[in-house]
């Protein structure tokens, strides 16, 4: 039992940051969230953590991330893809997805992990793309992401794109690492997940999506993340991707669509219809030239909407700064998008997107995920601009410690058990071995 002290907290971002106020944890829980001498007099027995100087906010979720995507940083390219399809099938499926093998993945996401916790993160959603990898790619990575205490959700991106076969291994993978995860209570879950539209067969699309639903979990897939897939959605089934997916009889609140960045008003209706869960990378989708999501219209459709980094750049902060500023300058409006809004996507509405329950926010009951953010800014911090300055002025060399189910993963900025110059060597090591199959 342990009360953490700050100078701020936020519980929720619906409410104004409270001055002086605290936490009490109790296992993996929150069990009390109260002014300092209210918690101090309640609990005179409990240990103290000392926040002082820090605002307590709940952990970040990232909603959608790549974590072997990390070893296609700097990778050598003759001259940057020319468009969407281009950075897929000429960049990424072939110099990067095709070539990794489970000691890449293992090391890219030893690394990943200790630079989420390091920037806030306390949870994340996985897509594994790696159709050489298969089969046991999941399982290897579980026992990394295990080390670190983080909550996650991993998941293989099945794909018929290599052959029908392999497409088979891919939702397998899944099938077996979601039961397997079922059977042994853990931070770590499985959901389904295939590619795309134009990677995947009617009958396959409809075979992921049983195959999540038989099991209770979410079916992930990458949606309208250029003009590419409505395109051939309009060429080969005469309507556009989500009224495709539609038609085959598969959209619901058991589908999480990540992207989703080229959209019709008809698409964007039937994700509101339909409860669809939307996942939101507004960096990533600078970098293939991807196009500018509606999110802002989503959020006043009511969907729920997850912030993701996507595997590009993995400190939070900017990710958040990305979303923040990106529809301000596309709709030439400053008020889109304020920074309470952009703080939920990036907690609570990261949470929601990924299906997990009771987390990303500091109240009685919900899960004892949270970071602890150095508040001395150069400018006084007051309620009405604490998440200004947090989004905009912090950044993960502000984060000092983190907190997953209870357990502190990160101290005085040091990830517990995370050797930082050895995991870098061994990432560079592998990511050497990948570039070299990329010349
Ligand atoms: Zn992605």
Redesign the pocket.
């Known amino acids: 039992m342990t009360l953490i002290l700050g100078d701020w907290l936020i519980t929720n971002t619906h409410e104004a940051p409270k001055r002086g106020w605290g936490v009490r944890v109790v296992g993996d829980t929150i069990m009390a969230a109260a002014p300092h001498a209210e918690l101090r007099a309640q609990f005179p027995d409990d240990a103290v953590h000392d926040a002082s100087g820090c605002v307590i906010a709940p952990g970040f979720v990232n909603a959608?991330?790549?974590l072997y995507g990390v070893l296609a940083h700097g990778i050598p390219l003759a001259k940057a893809p020319a468009d969407f399809w281009g950075f897929l099938n000429d960049f990424w499926w072939r110099l990067v997805e095709d070539a990794l093998d489970h000691e890449m993945i293992c090391a890219a996401t030893d690394w990943v992990c200790a630079e989420m916790l390091r920037s806030g993160i306390t949870s994340f959603y996985d897509?594994l793309e790696a159709p050489h990898a298969l089969p046991g790619a999941l399982l290897a990575q579980k026992q990394v992401v295990d080390k670190y205490g983080l909550r996650a959700i991993l998941s293989f991106e099945a794909t018929e794109r290599v052959s029908k076969d392999n497409g088979q291994l891919g939702l397998q993978e899944n099938a077996e690492f979601i039961e397997h995860c079922q059977r042994k209570k853990s931070l770590v879950q499985g959901l389904m997940c295939f590619h795309t539209t134009f990677t995947c067969s009617a009958d396959f699309i409809q075979q992921a999506f049983a195959m999540g639903q038989a099991r209770g979990v979410l079916t992930h897939c990458?949606c309208n993340?250029g003009v590419h897939e409505p395109n051939y959605a309009l060429a080969h089934f005469g309507m556009r991707t989500l009224e495709y997916y539609d038609q085959l009889g598969v959209t619901g609140s058991h589908m999480m669509a990540?992207?989703c960045v080229q959209l019709s008003d008809r698409e964007l209706a039937i994700i509101a219809e339909k409860n669809i869960r939307v996942t939101h990378?507004p960096l990533?989708n600078c970098e293939v030239g991807g196009g500018i999501a509606p999110i802002p219209q989503q959020v006043a459709n009511g969907v729920m909407v997850g912030l993701?980094s996507?595997?590009y750049i993995n400190d939070f902060f900017e990710v958040m700064r990305g979303a923040f500023l990106i529809h301000k300058a596309h709709q030439q409006n400053p008020q889109v998008m304020p920074a309470h809004l952009v703080w939920q996507l990036a907690t609570e509405g990261g949470a929601q997107a990924m299906a997990l329950e009771k987390v990303g926010r500091l109240e009685v009951g919900w899960a004892a995920d949270l970071q602890l953010i150095d508040a001395h800014f150069p400018t006084p911090a007051a309620e009405h601009n604490l998440y200004d300055q947090l989004l905009l002025w912090r950044n993960h060399t502000h984060v000092r410690d983190v907190m997953v189910a209870g357990q502190w993963r990160v101290r005085d900025g040091l990830v517990l058990g995370a050797d930082m110059p050895a995991l870098r060597a061994h990432l560079h090591e592998n990511a050497r071995r990948l570039w070299a199959k990329a010349v």
């Open positions: 959608h991330v790549h897509c990458h993340e990540s992207q990378m990533s993701g996507d595997g």
